[in-house]
């Protein structure tokens, strides 16, 4: 038998499994928790926004000489150009969450 003086250089399994293992617990810890903040900035978006339509059609009804003649939105929508706000109450002509009112109180209808 004859034996080589080179070392050879690597990894064995068990560090690899114990590596992978470790990943692999962290993994477990992580991705639950990101998830949860994930939906929770869905949802803190969606209440800002239905905050900015409230406050559009409130100053919409306090301007004494509005740009379109005020109607109720009987009809869910998310095109705010066709319902009157946009670009002179609102910036965005489409919103995310789609939306009606009646006698200036908004309704959040859906959310994606």
């Given at each position: 038998m004859t034996y080589?003086?080179?070392k050879q250089r690597g990894f064995t399994l068990i560090e690899l499994l114990v590596v992978i293992g470790i990943i692999a617990a962290l993994a477990a810890v992580v991705i639950p928790n990101v998830s949860r903040?994930?939906?929770?900035?869905?949802?803190?978006?969606?209440?800002?926004?239905f905050t900015?339509?409230?406050?559009a059609v409130d100053a919409w009804l306090a301007d004494p000489l509005p740009s379109a003649p005020y109607a109720d939105v009987a009809v869910a929508t998310s095109d705010m150009n066709a319902a009157?706000?946009?670009?002179?109450?609102?910036?965005?002509?489409?919103?995310?969450?789609?939306?009606t009112w009646a006698a200036g109180l908004v309704a959040q209808v859906a959310c994606p």
């Open positions: 080589s003086n080179t903040f994930m939906g929770a900035g869905q949802t803190a978006a969606d209440q800002a926004e900015n339509v409230q406050t009157g706000l946009e670009p002179d109450y609102l910036r965005q002509p489409t919103t995310n969450c789609t939306y």
